[in-house]
Nanobody, 125 residues
């Protein structure tokens, strides 16, 4: 069982930045591909970014490419999502998740085994 806790969400103006963190309880954190998903109001959870076990490979949804950066620190059992040039349409609840699939194929929520509780990100115009 992997327990994930997100932090770093909040309210920011358009064009601003936020850094989300997700701390994992599991000492085998480096065994998991880690991903970030987001859920817009009234919508299903959708993929935003994923990072491989070693951190050498990343994957992003087109709408965040060039603005968001996913990274991880396996020594701290933590994955990050650096979000720049935020837009009002980025407003959502952001979730981190752990998967046993490779990062290149861990693109849908059904491929993730463990989830955090979510953190709200609100971007004002």
């Amino acid at each position: 069982q992997v327990h994930l806790v997100e932090s770093g969400g909040g309210l920011v103006q358009a064009g601003g930045s936020l850094r989300l963190s997700c701390a994992a309880s599991e000492r085998t954190f480096s065994s998991y591909t880690m991903g970030w998903f987001r859920q817009f109001p009234g919508k299903e959870r959708e993929f935003a970014a994923a990072i491989s076990r070693s951190g050498s490979s990343t994957n992003y949804v087109d709408s965040v490419k060039g603005r968001f950066t996913i990274s991880r620190d396996n020594a701290k059992n933590t994955v990050y999502l650096e979000m720049n040039s935020l837009k009002p349409e980025d407003t959502a609840v952001y979730y981190c998740a752990a998967s046993l699939y490779p990062a290149l194929t861990a693109l849908t929520h059904d491929r993730y085994n463990y989830w955090g509780q979510g953190t709200q990100v609100t971007v004002s115009s």
